[in-house]
């Protein structure tokens, strides 16, 4: 069992920044495949950005050149940098990994607003 706890949400305004964070407990050594999705009511959850099983990391195109993700792998925790945010960016960020199956964490919301 993988428990995933996200951290970091909330409001900022347009051009600000956030940064996420997800720490992963439970029976679990080196998670590789771990990073972020998001969701908007009414709409699919989607990718935003997240290390593939070989360690290489994978953007959506449009956050790509404004989020960072990164990691602490001894810590199995992930980041998520947000910089440049804009309001389309508003949706709830849930931290996601596979550890034989997929797992998810309940989700931090990320409003960007004026």
Known sequence: QVQLVESG???VQPG??????????????NIYP???YRQVPGKQRELVATFTFAGTTNYTDSVKGRFTISRA??????YLQMNTLKPEDT?????????????WGKG?????SS
């Open 34 to 36: 771990m990073g972020w």
């Open 16 to 29: 600000g920044s956030l940064r996420l964070s997800c720490a992963a407990s439970g029976t679990i050594f």
């Open 108 to 112: 931090t919301l990320v409003t960007v």
């Open 73 to 78: 792998s001894a810590k199995n925790t992930v």
């Open 91 to 103: 949706a709830v960020y849930y931290c996601w990994c596979y550890f034989g199956t997929d797992y």
């Open 9 to 11: 949400g909330g409001l």
